[in-house]
């Protein structure tokens, strides 16, 4: 991508925009950022099948019928369920940064105090994962669409406010200095209220939120982007944001092709109330490729 206004590349990378934060170019940070978020993404997700209720002792059928609807509700509704970060399904989130010992003896810090503080900082953020993906990935429909047997929602960027690129990292990164600064600047306005233009607030917090873009190399092939927003209401496990509010809109609808009978249905029947594109995915049995391919879904 290239910025007409300044003649030069303007292609994402974490390098660059780390360095316009650490510049404290905050507000060219962001043109950076939302400038270069993809028109669509797409979000993969899992569905049940009646096959499990009839062969586990532990899902019982209304259970599984039950998690199945609380995905159809919100799709149709207009809604994206996001969890906090103690219900991702990665227990490494979060950790692409660490605490370096020898900083905080520096920097005369409590280990104790600073993760009192980080746990209070994941409870800030309410999250969910997008991928640049095309529909025809074939390990993102086994590994986030439970083989097949799921959905994937093709949404619209209307507003990239709140997508991040995620940035994939061969070593984890120290942050015990900026923690204590950090903390040190909090504690310096006492109960005054913290003003939200401070410069150097500015810095530390886009450091900490991006703890949250950050992963190992080994997921890189999943290309994803984070929508982040603030857990308002202190949720534990999550809440269903409207997607008005994170400037996201369904554009269509894939059917994973193992997908069961009735939860195609439902799927049709959302996809005919919202007026958007319904598509079903299938292998062609008669050609070489291994590339998924999609055809429209139409009432069974």
Known sequence: MRDKRRGKDMSFTSIEYLRLISDQKIDEAYEYRCINVPKTLYKYSRLLGNQLCEESITHSCEKI??????????????LLWMPTFS??????????????KRSLEDYGGQISEIEKFLKGIRGLFLLASFSQNLTNNIPMWSHYANNHKGFCVEYRVINPKHLYPISYEAER???ASSIMKM???????????????????RLYFNIIYHMTIMKHKSWEYEKEYRAIFY??????????????DLGLEVSKIYVGADCDIENRQR????????????????????????????QTLSYL
């Not at 019928?65 to 207009?78: I, P, S, Y």
């Open 65 to 78: 019928k039950d998690k199945n609807e609380r995905k159809f509700q919100a799709l149709e509704n207009n």
């Open 87 to 100: 219900h991702l399904n990665d227990p490494f989130e979060f950790k692409a940064l660490y605490l370096n």
């Open 173 to 175: 990164v120290a942050i």
């Open 183 to 201: 903390i040190s600047k909090f504690s310096s306005y006492g109960e005054d209220k913290i003003p939200e233009n401070d410069p150097e607030l």
């Open 231 to 244: 857990n308002m209401k202190s949720e534990k496990l999550g809440n269903n944001i409207p997607l008005v």
């Open 267 to 294: 799927l049709l029947h959302i996809a005919t109330k919202l007026n958007c594109e319904i598509n079903e995915m299938y292998l062609d049995e008669y050609e070489p490729s291994f590339e998924l391919r999609f």
